[in-house]
């Protein structure tokens, strides 16, 4: 009953280009599509097998090859510095500041935080020595210009001279010395743990590889004593001048005091006396009246003096001038006082942005070089060829594979 359901029936017509062929389901076979044959684990260790010594020589002439370049290599030179920051805690120096102006009004309350100022100081002592300022007295001071670029340099005419190609390497600058030794000869970093900050040195002589990183500390030291006018110490700068004028003022009215005693006798009414104010600058016409002729004026600017008029106040009465003497004289004394507590302020704020660091361990002549690195390198080129290796073996499998496919067709 199948086969006849499946069988057309009589009046079906086949097209003419179908006439005299049987039909498609007669022959299911001519119409299916073989699956591709998938490898296991035991097909590829037999590859493996098979080409293990073409493996295992590509493997070693990697090695072989990583070896010998490495003896050709030019030996490197790493030193180290390491740098520690100096801060204002503890119990001495700024500790010890605190403790004795701690007790003083509009003063203690701002000494909260002193205890506080560990650390912050790494990142400013690496940015010094990262600075472009800095590497070019680096440079200058070892010449290390004709070390950086000692494939363009000319010893017999002491010049530089363009690389190959030319318009990839130029005839080089103190512009490009500064990149080369920022980004391939000094390193500089700063640990977050524990605030310390390294300076590192690579070069192929190890003498001079160690001068550089110690004199990069001089020069950092240098830099700080030169150019650490920070605004706390402007601000300690200007109290210190502002004290000492108070103290000059504060000193004058008391002997102006001291002779107004011995010059008057008190009295609500007599004597009366005329006191100097001191003086003001005027202007001789409003401004309105300056601005039509302004041109001129600028012309003349130099010819136009300013005047003054001495403020006077006649027939004022010895105790009432007394009054004001001993006013002026507490004003002073409290004028003072204040900008002795600001001055020792600023002399803390001073001490928290001052940069000083200490040397824990200096730069030392290496004697091993720290590149090429022999093992690593060999262990590199074994496994590239390794690698190699089964890529090789694997891809020839399967080109073997193919062209086996291709025979058995045919």
């Known amino acids: 009953m199948i086969m006849n359901h499946l069988q057309p029936k009589s009046d079906d017509r086949q097209p003419a280009h179908y006439e005299g062929m049987p039909p498609m389901w007669a022959y299911p076979q001519m119409f299916h599509q073989p ?6 684990f035991l097909d590829y260790w037999r590859v493996l097998m098979k080409r293990k010594w073409q493996i295992a020589l590509l493997a070693l002439l990697g090695a072989a090859v990583a070896f010998g370049i ?7 030179y ?10 204002s805690s503890g119990g001495g120096g700024l500790g010890a ?9 509009l003063v203690g ?4 935080d002193i205890g506080k100022m560990a650390g912050g100081k790494s990142k400013e002592l690496v940015n010094i020595l990262k600075s472009r300022s800095l590497t070019q007295k680096i440079i200058a001071h070892f010449d290390l210009m004709k070390v950086i670029f000692a494939k363009q340099y000319d010893p017999q005419t002491n010049t530089f001279h363009p690389g190959f190609p030319a318009f990839l390497k130029p005839v080089p600058v103190l512009e490009d010395g500064v990149a080369r030794f920022q980004k391939k000869i000094a390193k500089v970093e700063d640990e977050k743990k524990t605030t310390l900050v390294k300076i590192t040195v690579t070069l192929r002589d190890p003498v001079l590889a ?7 500390v001089a020069e950092l030291q240098d830099f700080i004593e030169n150019n650490s006018l920070t605004i706390s110490k402007r601000n300690r700068v200007f109290l ?8 000059v003022k504060l000193l004058e009215s008391g002997k102006e005091l001291n002779q107004f005693y011995s010059d008057n006798r008190i009295s609500s009414v007599v004597p009366q006396i005329d006191v100097d104010l001191g003086s003001y600058q005027t202007a001789s016409k409003p401004f309105a009246e300056f601005q039509e002729e302004f041109d001129q004026l600028s012309q003349k600017q130099n010819e136009i003096a300013a005047k003054k008029e001495q403020a006077r106040v006649a027939r004022v009465p010895g105790q009432v001038y007394l009054q004001f003497l001993n006013l002026s004289r507490e004003l002073l004394i409290k004028t003072y006082a204040l900008l002795t507590q600001q001055y020792e302020l600023a002399k803390i704020d001073e001490a928290k942005e001052d940069l000083a660091f200490q040397v824990i361990d200096k730069a030392q002549v290496k004697v091993r070089a720290s590149s090429p690195k022999l093992i690593m390198n060999v262990a590199g080129g074994f496994g590239a060829g390794l690698i190699l290796g089964l890529f090789l073996a694997f891809f020839g499998e399967y080109l073997r594979n193919a062209k086996v496919k291709e025979v058995r067709k045919v």
């Open 70 to 76: 490495t003896l050709l290599m030019p030996k490197k």
């Open 240 to 247: 210190e001048e502002q004290i000492v004028k108070t103290r």
């Open 35 to 40: 699956q591709a044959e998938e490898m296991n």
């Open 109 to 112: 309350g701002a000494l909260g």
């Open 97 to 105: 500041l605190a403790s004795q102006v701690s007790s003083m009004p």
């Open 210 to 216: 160690a001068k550089v990183a110690n004199q990069m």
């Open 78 to 87: 790493t030193t180290e510095v390491t740098l520690m920051p100096i801060t």
